[in-house]
């Protein structure tokens, strides 16, 4: 394996977005874009990203403007600009041209866990053309208290107050995610059932959930995942990709498999092909639990590789 490291300046026109490009020993068989979640960074994939690139896959990753590497530089964790809730999306596609234009004519699949997953729903619906597949993990139906967030913000932001940070409002959002974790010691025990995958993360300086996005940052998050509800969205989506949707069945993110089966009734009603498989007993981080990691993996790789062999 080899990697490059690249910066690009954001849509947002402010923040200086920091990614990696890995590549495979042999011929690359096709490329994976790796978009993570809310509060992490892109590095927390190294094991997928080497069992990707053992597969023969270029994986391309970026940090988010406010996450990881991105935001550790420029010490901006919490303002995600004021560009419109697809400035991530608009970044995933900056990154797109960059891979595809080093690595033209290979199979293009995308990847995204949890609000990565949104992102990738977002994009998808805008820029679909040419995409061979896409993998969603951890991703949402209908988030509760996300609907209702929405007029509460955007009044806020008429106010004046878009760039004041209130930990409150991303509290409302996800404070109760561990209602079905049993005795739950941290907040984010809804992440993982395995307590060092929880400190990990908690230990880990390029993640961040102790500082909130601002109220604008927020406000464009939820508008997001507003974006992505019923076959009105999927009905974007060309019916010509074909969707792996992956997930725990106790991760509240996917509304313990009621969202996940949301999603996937969407795409199918709107006529595309959609593989769905929800793990029994595992929650939101199904790529991060020792025990299932490589069979997760070896999935989506056989899931691409059918793809390939078809083309």
């Given at each position: 394996?080899?990697?490059?490291?690249?910066?690009?300046?954001?849509?947002?026109?402010?923040?200086?977005?920091?990614?990696?490009?890995?590549?495979?020993?042999?011929?690359?068989?096709?490329?994976?874009?790796?978009?993570?979640?809310?509060?992490?960074?892109?590095?927390?994939?190294?094991?997928?990203?080497?069992?990707?690139?053992?597969?023969?896959?270029?994986?391309?990753?970026?940090?988010?403007?406010?996450?990881?590497?991105?935001?550790?530089?420029?010490?901006?964790?919490?303002?995600?600009?004021?560009?419109?809730?697809?400035?991530?999306?608009?970044?995933?596609?900056?990154?797109?041209?960059?891979?595809?234009?080093?690595?033209?004519?290979?199979?293009?699949?995308?990847?995204?866990?949890?609000?990565?997953?949104?992102?990738?729903?977002?994009?998808?619906?805008?820029?679909?053309?040419?995409?061979?597949?896409?993998?969603?993990?951890?991703?949402?139906?209908?988030?509760?208290?996300?609907?209702?967030?929405?007029?509460?913000?955007?009044?806020?932001?008429?106010?004046?107050?878009?760039?004041?940070?209130?930990?409150?409002?991303?509290?409302?959002?996800?404070?109760?995610?561990?209602?079905?974790?049993?005795?739950?010691t941290t907040a984010n025990d809804w992440i993982c059932g395995d307590p060092d995958v929880v400190a990990d993360h908690a230990n880990d300086p390029f993640n961040n959930f102790t500082t909130?996005?601002?109220?604008?940052?927020?406000?464009?998050?939820?508008?997001?995942?507003?974006?992505?509800?019923?076959?009105?969205?999927?009905?974007?989506?060309?019916?010509?990709?074909?969707?792996?949707?992956?997930?725990?069945?106790?991760?509240?993110?996917?509304?313990?498999?009621?969202?996940?089966?949301?999603?996937?009734?969407?795409?199918?009603?709107?006529?595309?092909?959609?593989?769905?498989?929800?793990?029994?007993?595992?929650?939101?981080?199904?790529?991060?639990?020792?025990?299932?990691?490589?069979?997760?993996?070896?999935?989506?790789?056989?899931?691409?590789?059918?793809?390939?062999?078809?083309?």
């Amino acid at each position: 394996m080899a990697f490059q490291e690249i910066s690009f300046q954001s849509f947002n026109q402010k923040d200086t977005i920091k990614a990696w490009i890995y590549t495979p020993i042999r011929k690359p068989r096709g490329i994976v874009q790796l978009v993570h979640g809310f509060g992490e960074h892109s590095r927390r994939y190294l094991h997928m990203i080497l069992k990707l690139n053992e597969a023969g896959f270029v994986v391309a990753a970026d940090d988010h403007v406010g996450h990881g590497k991105t935001a550790y530089d420029s010490g901006n964790w919490s303002d995600w600009g004021d560009k419109g809730y697809m400035t991530m999306a608009e970044d995933e596609h900056t990154l797109r041209k960059i891979v595809q234009e080093q690595y033209p004519d290979v199979p293009y699949f995308m990847y995204g866990h949890s609000m990565g997953s949104m992102i990738v729903r977002c994009y998808a619906a805008a820029y679909g053309e040419g995409i061979d597949g896409l993998i969603l993990c951890g991703t949402s139906g209908v988030l509760p208290k996300a609907n209702a967030l929405v007029p509460v913000l955007k009044k806020l932001i008429d106010e004046g107050k878009g760039e004041e940070i209130d930990p409150a409002y991303l509290e409302e959002l996800l404070s109760w995610m561990t209602e079905r974790c049993e005795n739950p010691t941290t907040a984010n025990d809804w992440i993982c059932g395995d307590p060092d995958v929880v400190a990990d993360h908690a230990n880990d300086p390029f993640n961040n959930f102790t500082t909130p996005p601002n109220i604008r940052s927020l406000y464009y998050l939820v508008v997001m995942m507003e974006t992505i509800i019923g076959t009105q969205w999927a009905e974007k989506l060309p019916t010509s990709i074909p969707v792996y949707n992956i997930a725990g069945d106790q991760d509240p993110v996917g509304q313990y498999g009621e969202g996940i089966y949301a999603v996937s009734n969407w795409l199918a009603e709107t006529g595309h092909k959609i593989k769905t498989k929800v793990y029994p007993g595992y929650r939101h981080e199904i790529h991060n639990y020792r025990d299932i990691r490589d069979e997760v993996e070896d999935g989506m790789i056989d899931f691409m590789n059918d793809i390939i062999e078809k083309k």
